[in-house]
């Protein structure tokens, strides 16, 4: 297994940016594929985006595509969210996920490690 760890969540006015990361820890991330879920208050966690071990593949939800950027950096063993245009319906606990063999699926149940989550507030 691969243990996660969020941080770059914050308070930012709506246009504004933030760049999430993620970091692992244990076995060899490069094998990991790694996705980003958020989960607003009263709502059911849902995808954001994806990235495949290689990072040569990558999957977005409608709702950031051409906002949102993820990539990453296996020498690090880290994961960034790049967070552009932030509207206050972004606001949620942001969590990264990482599975052996998920591809760049969207399906959260593919996903076997999971950080503990970063809060992004979006502000008018």
């Known amino acids: 297994q691969v243990q996660l760890v969020e941080s770059g969540g914050g308070l930012v006015q709506a246009g504004g940016s933030l760049r999430l990361s993620c970091t692992a820890s244990?076995?060899?991330?490069?094998?990991?594929?790694i996705g980003w879920f958020r989960q607003a208050q009263g709502t059911e966690r849902e995808f954001v985006a994806a990235i495949s071990w290689s990072g040569g593949s990558s999957n977005y939800a409608n709702s950031v595509k051409g906002r949102f950027t993820i990539s990453r950096d296996n020498d690090k063993s880290t994961v960034y969210l790049q967070m552009n245009s932030l509207k206050p319906e972004d606001t949620a606990v942001y969590y990264c996920?990482?599975?052996?063999?998920?591809?760049?699926?969207?399906?959260?149940?593919?996903?076997?490690?999971w950080g503990q989550g970063t809060q992004v507030t979006v502000f008018s």
């Open positions: 244990g076995r060899t991330f490069s094998y990991y594929g």
């Open positions: 996920a990482a599975g052996l063999g998920t591809g760049i699926t969207t399906t959260l149940r593919r996903y076997d490690n």
